[in-house]
């Protein structure tokens, strides 16, 4: 539907609509994915450590052989990036996600029988989940972008992202308890498995692609979103304008911000554990419930930044280009200086270091107001393929950084602050580097290339955010300034 700027202006639903429940099944749909992704670095620890609590067995692996462990889970995660995008705009990102997630869940099971056959067992079977959670961040940006409208997308799409993080903190402080409990650390992966195929199954029924294809919402809700989405409806026929998108200065500022959240969040969340065990000589449950206080404080923050940022933009006190950057920034550089204070600390100063810790994963949920939703500004029509690439590129450091941090520590077992201070200098290098050219080069306006000429949703969604009374005051002239 096609509203006329002069004539009408789309009306907000004021209830609760189908667009919540959605956003409610992807959030927890993303908690159940990373319990799939984080169970691998929680339980690291136990599996090459005896335990008094339970009979599971533990394998003498050395560093470097825990460091590929951890690492080779993106090694698949990169592979698939790109087609899951292409598939989910091809077959619908519901169909794509749901056996996605399934086929992880499967694999779950299998981890503790690959541990007794060896690492380079654990290793094949990590690049295989990989695989398949390469599809989660194609397909639910896919989905992001057909169902929450402009107004919306601050709060909407970060709401739903930070089951990333509740999932992570969930996963890490129940597994100390799993750990000492008979069924040792196999159960959590027994767990996490289970958890995934009901998902699928919940999200195979209830889910849907689009408004359109929506079986529930109502017909004011599914106009409401159509006009403020700023995507075709045949957009799965659209072609993927690749060329202008790999010659686009806002897309490389995009895939540097992208970039440097990856190598900082998934340094912290894999050697986070080993580090609150070696240096601040936490045991295993101190350690699980510590190490899921940052991610728990990501998430609380989730839903008070996206507010923030929506309100600013809404009222036009900031342009939603200025409020990306802004936000990006505190997300990258405030972690940044958290990370050089903790490479001073040693087991003497375990409040102080759990404090940094905690503010330097936890300010990270700026950057969901800021890189994480720039895909969706850019081009709604192909938010999901251009997800596939960058996190795919950016999945890259998610494999580079833990092989550099086996690297560094000569020793994992002496926990040396000086070693780790390195490790925690780098990453600040990396934030510091990525959000300045994310400050440079990075926009936020729908870029020509989202439609084919024939079609006029871009136009559209331009006339309709400027016929809000909500959102008319961020013009496209004023979107340009930084």
């Not at 990501?298 to 802004?326: E, H, Q, W």
């Amino acid at each position: 539907m096609v509203f006329d700027s002069s004539t009408e202006k789309p009306i907000k639903p004021s209830s609760f609509g189908v667009r919540h429940w959605q956003a409610i099944l992807l959030f927890v749909g993303m908690m159940i994915n990373y319990f799939q992704r984080v169970n691998i670095s929680a339980a690291i620890v136990p599996m090459t450590s005896p335990s008094a609590a339970s009979d599971a067995p533990y394998y003498k692996w050395d560093t470097s052989q825990k460091s590929m462990i951890l690492s080779s889970f993106f090694w698949g995660y990169v592979v698939s990036q790109v087609p899951s995008g292409l598939l989910a705009k091809r077959f619908g990102a519901k169909y794509v996600i749901s056996l996605a997630t399934a086929a992880g869940g499967i694999m779950c099971f299998f981890h503790p029988m690959a541990a007794r056959g060896g690492w380079i067992n654990i290793c094949v079977l990590r690049v295989l989940t990989g695989l398949v959670q390469g599809s989660v961040y194609p397909c639910f940006h896919t989905l992001l972008s057909k169902w929450v409208p402009c107004t919306e997308r601050g709060f909407l799409t970060t709401g739903v992202y930070s089951g990333a993080q509740f999932g992570t903190a969930v996963i890490l402080i129940s597994s100390g308890n799993i750990f000492e409990s008979s069924m040792g650390w196999p159960g959590l992966f027994y767990i996490s498995g289970g958890l995934g195929l009901a998902w699928a199954l919940l999200f195979f029924l209830q889910g849907a692609n689009e408004p359109a294809t929506s079986r529930s919402i109502s017909q004011s809700e599914k106009d409401y979103i159509e006009s403020l989405t700023g995507s075709n409806n045949s957009s799965q026929s659209l072609a993927v304008p690749w060329k202008s998108i790999f010659t686009s200065g806002a897309f490389y500022g995009l895939l540097a911000a992208h970039c440097g959240f990856t190598w900082g969040f998934y340094t912290l969340l894999t050697e986070m554990p080993t580090y609150m065990s070696s240096v601040l000589k936490l045991d295993v449950k101190s350690n699980a419930l510590l190490s899921s206080l940052p991610y728990f404080a990501m998430g609380v923050l989730c839903f008070v930044v996206s507010p923030i940022s929506d309100l600013l933009i809404n009222r036009g006190t900031i342009s939603i280009t200025t409020a990306r950057k802004l936000f990006n920034s505190i997300g990258q550089w405030v972690p940044m200086g958290c990370l050089i204070g903790l490479g001073y600390m040693t087991s003497d100063e375990k409040t102080g270091a759990i404090v940094l810790l905690t503010l330097a994963v936890g300010i990270n949920a700026a950057c969901f107001c800021g890189y994480l939703v720039n895909h969706m500004d850019l081009s709604p029509n192909f938010a999901g393929p251009m997800m596939g690439v960058t996190n795919g590129l950016a999945g890259v450091t998610s494999i580079v950084a833990p092989l550099i941090v086996g690297v560094i520590l000569s020793d994992e077992e002496e926990g040396d602050p000086t070693e780790w201070r390195v490790v925690f200098f780098i990453t600040g290098g990396i934030y510091l580097l990525c959000n300045a050219l994310f400050v440079i080069f990075g926009k936020a306006t729908v870029q020509p290339w989202n439609d084919a000429p024939s079609m006029s949703s871009t136009m559209t969604l331009r006339k309709n955010i400027q016929a809000d009374s909500r959102t008319s005051a961020p013009t496209e002239a004023k979107e340009n300034q930084f």
